[in-house]
């Protein structure tokens, strides 16, 4: 006998979840769909390797250091490669590019080529990883704008505004998958049992009194006298708001998926520590990017502390930039700061 109890009515998995709300999409194919979950097919290995990660021997470092100039970790050539062979076969996309690789990395000959563009973080937080501290994918989809043909670097120096979908996964005491295609922001959890993401958390918007602020305080000397400013109005002096607590973990996905559920602000601004990174650390087209996307349709907002995020025209693949992000009316009153203290600022080059 058919019932309609709660626990047979409420198993909604991305499939369903997009294809209902595929109705905003006339236009879908069912490609998107299927990029999607391929993405989450990608998470549930990442997610499986790391849960194991202390068994499994890869913990610790590779030999590599990346384009980043960064360590590679044996979770971030893991996670990465796992992404890039769950998606090359598809001829759902033309390129993909990532933090990991240098280049664009266009589909080859042997497979057909599609019409979307897959730019992704395959682990966020790899300084974290060795401290069973929770770690994250982040991705962004666009339309391809080369007519046909492997895709070009051109098809990824594409504004933000442009995306078409975005999210992350983040690797910590549950396994969540975050979407957007611009119809709200909506939380998959994975449950391992059936090896599915359910729909856990449907039209996340982030709560209007914000409980945090997030920055890496250790390097306070180092940024501008606008975001020192601002800073000290966010712990309450000078006017500021009170009662917000510091939390900051390191991994951008676990620090932005905290401020998005309980309100609050993340920022890496830019600073002086490394002459060779005036703009901060945080890269623009697969982390500032596609957060920006779930901000913005959560309600929230992001910027480089004087342009929209997604306003940004990308120059470079791995260009670098600095990050506001979370409630709007916080993320505002970064720019009056720096617009206040920091004149000489330009709006950040793209
Ligand atoms: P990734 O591991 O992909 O290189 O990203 C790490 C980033 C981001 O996750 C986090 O917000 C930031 O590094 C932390 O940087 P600091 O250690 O300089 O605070
Ligand atoms: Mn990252
Ligand atoms: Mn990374």
Known sequence: MISNTPDHTNIITIERHIFETQLYHPEATGVLTNILYDIALAGKVIASKTTRAGLAEILG???????QDEVVMKLDDLANNTIYHLNIHSGRLAAMASEEDPEVMPIPDRYPTGKYILLYDPLDGS??????????????VYRRVTPEGPGQLVDCLQPGRNMVAAGYIIYGSSTM???????????????????????????????????YFSVNLGYEMYWSKGVQKYTSYLQGEEGGIHGLSLRYVGSLV??????LLAGGVFYYPADRKDPQKPHGKLRLLYEANPLAFLAEQAGGGASDGVTPILDIKPQSL?????LFI???????????YINQYDRQLEAVPA
């Not at 470092?61 to 384009?67: G, I, K």
């Not at 922001?185 to 009194?209: A, K």
């Open 318 to 322: 791995h260009q670098r930039t600095p």
């Open 254 to 259: 676990a620090d932005f998926h905290r401020n």
């Open 177 to 211: 998958l975050v979407y957007t295609t611009g119809h709200g922001v909506h939380g998959f959890t994975l449950d391992p049992s059936v090896g599915e993401f359910l729909l856990s958390h449907p039209n996340i918007t982030i709560p209007t009194s914000p409980k």
């Open 61 to 67: 470092r590779t030999e590599q250091v990346n384009v």
């Open 326 to 336: 979370g409630n709007k009316d916080l993320v505002d009153k970064a720019a009056d």
């Open 127 to 140: 300084s974290n990883i060795d401290f069973n501290i929770p770690i994250g994918t982040i991705f962004a």
